[in-house]
């Protein structure tokens, strides 16, 4: 094969297959989804996203699990400073 020429590429015709029933309004006639609709889920995404983390927050289990794991980082926090003192000599 030359350097100069592009290689053949073997390739059949397809008819276009029956158009699908998109819902009006929410995409266009090609099935391109409409601004309005992406904004839409978006919004909706961002809506339960806060929504659940407000009711996780509301739980007394989530309380319980925030004060152990601020306890463990509390706990991580006074390990690494004994391990310092102890490097510098002082402990």
Known sequence: MNGDQDPV????IVE???PTVV???DYT???VPTFEHVRDRIENR???G???EELA???PEA????DRFEARRQAGLDKLEEIRRSMRGEG
Do not use: F, L, N
């Open 50 to 52: 806060i929504g659940a």
């Open 9 to 12: 590429i073997d390739a059949e």
């Open 46 to 48: 961002v809506a339960t």
């Open 23 to 25: 819902p009006a309004g």
């Open 57 to 59: 927050e509301a739980t």
């Open 63 to 66: 309380k319980a699990v925030e």
């Open 29 to 31: 006639e090609d099935g």
């Open 16 to 18: 276009d297959a029956a």
